[in-house]
T-cell receptor, first 112, second 115 residues
Framework: DAKTTQPNSMESNEEEPVHLPCNHS???????IHWYRQLPSQGPEYVIH???SNVNNRMASLAIAEDRKSSTLILHRATLRDAAVYYC?????????????FGSGTQLTVLP | GAVVSQHPSRVICKSGTSVKIECRSL??????MFWYRQFPKQSLMLMAT?????????EQGVEKDKFLINHASLTLSTLTVTSAHPEDSSFYIC???????????FGNGTRLTVT
């Protein structure tokens, strides 16, 4: 499976934007870029995903590099409830690639 | 939106006993569900893929006779930890997706403590 690289931890101030980077230099043409987050003592929660174009939803935005070798999850205004581990995951589009393989993720701390 | 419900959220059992964890898809049918395990300060590790009406597929290193998976209906998968030992203490999480390629929905996990 193609792997992703994320910083172990990041800090942000409340009410400010947060840019969480992810490198995936071995991504294949059919891999989708998924982001999930996990709050303490909870199961992961879907955030956003994309293939080539930038994506926006109510939770966040996903900016994908033109060569698709990196992407950035953008939280436009961080709140204390956004403190979580954020996982960037590459996921194929068929067959056995249905499951998600989690890396170590980025622990986001939001400072009041 | 789609919801996956997991029960119980927390269980404490004695060494040597068995524990059953249920995972339900509440408003969609799931032919496939996934079971993960997470140790403290570590990431989620896929244990097995649960397939409705057929045998589960286990990841390398996961004992199928110890972690029994049953997926008897399109909305329910169960994981039974048999003859539990303290090293089985962990956070167990299930997930399912509505259709192939759609985002996965996760249960809130089961914290298992074996004393």
């Amino acid at each position: 499976d193609a792997k992703t690289t994320q910083p172990n931890s990041m800090e942000s101030n409340e009410e400010e934007p947060v840019h969480l980077p992810c490198n995936h230099s071995t991504i294949s043409g059919t891999d989708y870029i998924h982001w999930y987050r996990q709050l303490p003592s909870q199961g992961p929660e879907y955030v956003i995903h994309g293939l080539t174009s930038n994506v926006n939803n109510r939770m966040a935005s996903l900016a994908i590099a033109e060569d698709r070798k990196s992407s950035t999850l953008i939280l436009h205004r961080a709140t204390l409830r956004d403190a979580a581990v954020y996982y960037c995951i590459l996921r194929g589009s068929s067959g056995s690639a249905r499951q998600l393989t989690f890396g170590s993720g980025t622990q986001l701390t939001v400072l009041p | 939106g789609a919801v996956v419900s997991q029960h119980p959220s927390r269980v404490i059992c004695k060494s040597g006993t068995s524990v059953k964890i249920e995972c339900r898809s509440l408003d969609f049918q799931a032919t496939t569900m996934f079971w993960y395990r997470q140790f403290p300060k570590q990431s989620l590790m896929l244990m097995a893929t649960s397939n409705e009406g057929s045998k589960a597929t286990y990841e390398q290193g996961v004992e199928k006779d110890k972690f029994l998976i049953n997926h008897a209906s399109l909305t329910l998968s169960t994981l039974t930890v048999t003859s539990a030992h303290p090293e089985d203490s962990s956070f167990y999480i299930c997930s399912a997706g509505q259709v192939l390629g759609s985002p996965l929905h996760f249960g809130n996990g089961t914290r298992l403590t074996v004393t």
